[in-house]
């Protein structure tokens, strides 16, 4: 492990132990989501951010024309208007622009461009005294640390912290009331404003059409700002450009509600120009447009649409590892989702390397997103490339360039490893400690165990479906041919009963998600080309997955990484088109088929949404209509839809301390509902959820729905 | 659906006092008078505005007994403990004010007193922020610098804890008061 991993390990193991600060990030993260529901009540949210998407990129493909059109216009109405192709470059502007004025104080409303160029270290560095205005972001500066949040800069301190830095600044004890805090910062801070050379702020918007520009604040420290000092310099990312005012709407319409979930923000200031001082004397408007990177960005064919964001915040609200570990683990400059790609952008792939390693792919940042920017799909493009200049690491190396790309190689060290591991087993079908690259992560949930007999095996012993209605080809995947094979025999029992042909494809390999998230893209697309070729063979009507991250490679990642190859791109289309997951096959086909067993009397069942199924792929009703099917009874525990903690490798070789805490988060929502059953359709799940409960002595049975499903049929 | 004046103005009171702003209905300029003498709570800045010519407004509040300062009012700005303002025009989908604000009196008085009044006329009321782009437009088209401001409820924060706080650094009392007779151009306070 290099130096700086070592040194994130330990950032991360003391973020794990402030549980208090955890337990506030995830009541934020609930209180969060139930008040964004409520501010888009009425909105349609997918329509809004695919017309913001649609805006935005427009913008971005043509951004030289637009900011020249913007500078234009705003230069015509007085402000003067300066284009900063780096940190360096707008640092220098402002510095010289502050010597000019003789400047001694510079009030400043929040600004992440601000915080970007570190521009208060530069002011401060020609001896200007900064104050931020925004009240966390002045928290945060009175503590000596940078925002743990772009929205709520002091959202991982609590009111007693906050009274003891007051107090250190009046010299008084203050009470811990926030009422006494906010008034104190209002007085504090009103005579900065009073006596300030220079006011700094950011920008939400720039709108091309008129050059004005919109600032959108709750506190109102924005305004005096924009109203008060003689000098106002406003900093603005150049991907805040928007075509007209139209646009600026919508994006006013979505963002305060994505952020803070308001209707509207208390404060949105329309600046057009140097507005008059006292008594009409003018003032000066300065506008310094940041580049900084994002040109780069917007020509990165992986990462161009980070360009779309809209600060808003809202991808670490959802965030289960950001809820764990807090932003100043998790982020540099700017925090969560978009946080991982700015950084690597503006900062370098080097310094966001393990922020790109500790993103659990859990896609639901990309749900929320109000510019529906796929995070996940741009964090997986960083870490082929960081895979491609750093290597995956030895031991992943090994496995899978010498191992997974040779699947007999593969599969008969999965066999040689169940016949290996047998006196560790004991009674239970999950290992305290596993062979091989397994080791060591056991401590707090038990890993299951190799079965004794991969699915293709036990496959083979079962019965044939005399004249099938449908054929339908299997692809197995590694979890569930050689850890869960029984999900695949049950599924085999389902197909017979409804009278379709399962077909099992031999030459099938691993899907190659593992190999592709950790960025090892030649692995994957190798892996790739022999199960398309395997599967395009059975001629099969369609393909059934029992593993939604399989679902997704195949119907995602299969066509993308054989797009180039002519003799495969077409095969890889066809397959992904007939691809599902069990559940939703099961429920087209049985569309109109009578209940297997009479209502509610199988038993009380609690399902959890895989990450990959619900937002991968949208489904989450077909499986909780299959088990109501079967006679289930459905307890929904809360945050189904909260990822587990397994994310693929990632609880094992990726950030298990982290995978931990997630993962203690859904045992406890699991257990409140007293369900006899947690079913889930991914054999990783599964795997992590067996692994909680057993680990925690919990009687709870936990289950694929395809086996729930299989269990109450009559006997054959 | 296009929703009748009442029912604009309805929803827009509604809207307004979900977050956290009074809105009353002025029979004359006599009683939008007598409120604002009544809830000042002190000195009152008044800048100049096309409604506030209109009604005579420093002459009527100070015939109340109100302490009134009008013309350069940076000095008072910072201890007054009221300012008023007109309104263009309201929004009803989230109970906004829009006031065009290029005058620094206009910031001032709407910024730093403890209670912001701002008179509208009740006939002015959009429906949405939409609605109001054609008006900005105009405005921004008509001078510059210009600066137009879109309040909604006083000034908040939630950055300690979360916990929501009336009063950061703006007003803590936003009172819109709905006034027949004033100017109907939208592009007029
Ligand atoms: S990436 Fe999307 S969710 Fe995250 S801050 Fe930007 S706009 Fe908001």
Known sequence: MSRRARQYRHLIDQALSDVRRQDALHRFGDAYLAARAEAFADLDFESLRHDIAVMKDTVRDDWPHQLEKFMQQAAATGAKVFLAPDAQAANTYITDLAQRHDARLAVKSKSMAGEEIALNHALEGIGIRVVETDLGEWIVQLAGQRPSHMVMPAIHMFRDQVAELFGKLTGEHEAEDIAHLVELARQTLRKEFLHADLGISGANLAVVEDGSLALVTNEGNARLVATIPPVHVVLVGIDKLVPCLEDAVKVLQVLPRNATAQAASSYVTWLRGPSPGRDQQPRELHIVLLDNGRSKLASSKESRDAWRCLRCGACANVCPVYQTIGGHVFGHVYVGAIGIVLTAFLHGLDDAAELIQACIGCRACVNVCPAHIDLEHIILGLRRRLAETEGVGLIKDLLFKRVLRNRRLFHGLLRTASRMQKPLTGSTSSVRHLPLFFSSLTEWRTLPAIAPRPLRDLLAEQPLVAEPRLRVALFGGCAAEFVLPDIGLALARVFRHFNIELVYPEDQSCCGIPALYSGDAATATELARQSVLALTKTQADAVVTVCPTCTTALTKHFPELLAEDPALADCAAGLAAITRDAAVLLAEQLADASPVGPANTAGTVTYHDSCHLRRGSDVYLQPRRLLATAGWQLTEMAHPDRCCGFGGSYSVLGQPTIARAIAKDKLADILATSAEVVAADCPGCLIMLRGLLEKSNAPTRVAHSVQLLADTLPDK | ?189
């Open chain 2, 1 to 189: 659906m296009i929703k009748t004046p009442e029912a604009l103005l309805e929803q827009f009171c509604q809207a307004a006092s979900r977050v956290g702003a009074r809105t009353v209905r002025c029979l004359s300029a006599k009683a939008a008078v007598d409120y604002i003498v009544r809830h000042a709570g002190g000195t009152i800045i008044l800048p100049d505005f096309p409604a506030a010519r209109q009604l005579n407004l420093a002459e009527l509040l100070r015939t109340q007994g109100a302490e009134v300062i009008c013309g350069d009012l940076f000095q008072a700005a910072t201890t007054a403990a009221a300012g008023i303002t007109g309104a263009n025009f309201g929004l009803a989908d989230t109970g906004t004010v829009v006031i065009e604000s290029t005058a620094q009196a206009i910031r001032l008085a709407s910024t730093l007193p403890e209670r912001h009044f701002v008179l509208l006329n009740p006939h002015k009321i959009l429906p949405d922020h939409m609605a109001a782009v054609p008006i900005l437009r105009r405005l921004h088209s008509r001078q510059s610098p210009d600066f137009i401001a879109f309040i909604t409820g006083p000034s908040r924060t939630a950055d300690i804890e979360r916990v929501l706080t009336i009063g950061a650094h703006g007003p803590r009392e936003l009172h819109i008061l709905l006034l027949d007779g004033l100017s109907d151009d939208f592009l007029e306070t």
